[in-house]
């Protein structure tokens, strides 16, 4: 076969870097902006990786470590960013206190200041330059085996690491544990879009569940790194009683999420592996994939 489901991906892979770059290099738009671009654009190349990695291996998976580690080092300003939108989500239907006012102007100069900082600008110019060498050495790198098994295979092994660590949350019952299943239910749900996109009806209802699920793990996700900032600046900028009250809501509302997703989690994933492989290993997406989808 001349062509196949290979040389489309590979084609929508680097289309994916390429759009990396070009948010890292954009200049007319703020540093978060930026930056939650790139970082959407690395998580499909890192999700798209993980779908072939029958087929890449080793190469496949030092490439989404390096792509791991670009995201990583432009994440603070997002983070800043998500801090102060989700304080105000959470000071909602409460009366601003002078101490609360006090934290939500020192969560805001934090952004401000990533913002205005010449290592971000720094950081994403580096990032730009990383990402293009990606997308380079991704010229070839599908081309090898047997896309359809291989894409079945990737597939599976997708809802297989959303299961266990799903698993693993209902467990630990962490915010660490829930974020890791949070990663593992956005690179299937990435997956299962993907064949949607190809014309995967049967799956068309999982996807919508599965964005459903991903928001409210996200949700949580928000809730720590707004925790985290809190407890980082001490309870300088916040009377103790507002402080201590500002974090029980944080932890009510995280636990109230966290138990959404785990009666919503079941619902995608009670059957087995070979299951959910049976779903597209017959599917008439799988030759569509041939032609090429876009995102």
Do not use: C
């Not at 597939?155 to 959303?162: E, L, Q």
């Not at 699920?213 to 985290?228: K, V, W």
């Not at 995280?254 to 290993?281: C, N, S, T, V």
């Amino acid at each position: 076969m001349a062509k196949d489901a290979r040389h489309a991906m590979e084609r929508l892979l680097r289309a994916l870097l390429r759009q990396a770059v070009a948010a890292a290099e954009d200049e007319g738009h703020p540093v978060s902006a930026r930056v939650h671009r790139v970082r959407t654009a690395i998580k499909r190349a890192k999700a798209l990786l993980r779908l072939f990695e029958p087929l890449v291996g080793k190469d496949g998976r030092r490439e989404r470590r390096k792509l791991a580690a670009v995201a990583r080092g432009i994440g603070s300003v997002r983070d800043a960013r998500v801090v102060v939108e989700t304080f105000d989500r959470m000071m909602r239907g409460h009366r601003r206190s002078r101490s609360s006012t006090a934290l939500r102007s020192r969560l805001a100069g934090e952004r401000r200041r990533g913002e205005r900082r010449r290592k971000s600008v720094k950081e994403l110019r580096r990032a730009a330059k990383a990402l293009a060498a990606t997308r380079r050495r991704a010229k070839g790198l599908l081309h090898r085996g047997d896309s359809r098994r291989a894409l079945a295979l990737g597939f599976t092994s997708g809802y297989r690491r959303a299961q266990i660590s799903m698993r693993a949350a209902r467990r630990r019952r962490t915010p660490e544990a829930f974020h890791e299943w949070r990663k593992t239910v956005k690179t299937h749900a990435f997956h299962v879009d993907l064949f949607v996109r190809a014309g995967a009806g049967n799956l068309r209802r999982r996807a919508g569940v599965l964005e459903t699920l991903g928001e409210i793990l996200g949700a949580a996700h928000d809730l720590t790194l707004l925790e985290d900032s809190v407890r980082a600046g001490g309870e300088q900028a916040t009377a103790p009683r507002a402080h201590h009250a500002l974090l029980a809501r944080v932890d009510a509302r995280r636990r109230d999420l966290h138990h959404r997703a785990l009666e919503l989690g079941p619902r995608l994933f009670r059957q087995r592996p070979g299951g959910a492989r049976r779903q597209i290993a017959d599917s008439p997406a799988l030759a569509r994939l041939e032609e090429g989808v876009e995102l």
